[in-house]
């Protein structure tokens, strides 16, 4: 009954911002570390950024100084702060939940596109 859902991608020009906002319901949101992948086409799956439920973060090297993570646990919702977004950002972003290191709960993504 866990669901994920995504919000806030859209098509800026380089340079621009976004956030991005992930709700999680039918969870102990608070004890669980989440996550942002993306997903370019013809390209792997990868990483973005990761929060645990200490509110340490890690992040990609190629988003580190660019992207921030945090989380709002009285929400249940976990955030991506975009900026100073570059073409090579265009991905499909996705949010998920780790309950364990066997079962992750995802969301539908959501299009993030970077052009002039």
């Known amino acids: 009954q866990v669901q994920v859902v995504e919000s806030g991608g859209g098509l800026v020009q380089p340079g621009g911002s976004l956030r991005l906002s992930c709700v999680v319901s039918?969870?102990?949101?608070?004890?669980?570390?989440l996550g942002w992948y993306r997903q370019a086409p013809g390209k792997q799956r990868e990483l973005v950024a990761g929060?645990?439920?200490?509110?340490?973060?890690n992040y990609a090297d190629s988003v580190k100084g660019r992207f921030t993570i945090s989380r709002d646990n009285s929400k249940n919702t976990v955030y991506l702060q975009m900026n100073n977004l570059k073409p090579e950002d265009t991905a499909v972003y996705y949010c998920?939940?780790?309950?364990?290191?066997?079962?992750?709960?995802w969301g539908r993504g959501t299009q993030v596109t970077v052009s002039s």
């Open positions: 998920t939940l780790r309950k364990s290191s066997s079962l992750n709960f």
């Open positions: 039918g969870s102990i949101f608070s004890i669980y570390t």
């Open positions: 929060i645990t439920a200490s509110g340490n973060t």
